[in-house]
């Protein structure tokens, strides 16, 4: 489940650089909700002409901070990841976003039709730069 998880976020910065709605590789990560939600950001991107880039050197990075099984059969997990994105305009190179965030995460995992996928992912917080996040499920 956890290596499940780490992949999605893989898939997940890949699909970001592309502004990719279609990859299969996204709807083989993400269930709905969470699926449509990624969609519909990465369409209305690439209707703007805008994708995501990973910085060189970047600061990005993610602690799994605490994870548990819940009686409903999902997964919970909460996350601490430094975000240093790039959001920038495809036409011109033009940088919209570069801001650095350290955000508190939980998400939620399901079986799904025999996977891992991850159906849920709530920001539970957001500072600027990096820093350290607090807390367990």
């Not at 799994?64 to 790039?86: K, N, P, Q």
């Not at 995460?105 to 730069?129: H, Q």
């Amino acid at each position: 489940m956890l290596a499940a998880y780490e992949a999605a976020l893989a898939v997940l910065h890949q699909a970001a650089s592309t502004s990719s709605a279609n990859s299969p590789a996204l709807s083989a990560a993400f269930a709905d909700p969470v699926l449509d939600k990624l969609k519909n950001l990465f369409i209305s991107r690439s209707l703007v002409g805008q994708a995501a880039r990973t910085p060189e050197p970047s600061q990005a990075s993610t602690t799994l901070m605490d994870f548990r099984f819940e009686d409903d059969g999902a997964a919970t997990i909460l996350e601490c990841s430094v975000d240093d994105g790039i959001v920038f305009e495809l036409a011109s190179g033009r940088v919209i976003n570069d801001k650095v965030a350290t955000l508190q995460r939980r998400a939620e995992l399901r079986l799904v039709d025999g996977d891992w996928k991850v159906t849920e992912l709530v920001n539970l917080g957001e500072w600027e730069g990096v820093t350290v996040c607090a807390g367990s499920l």
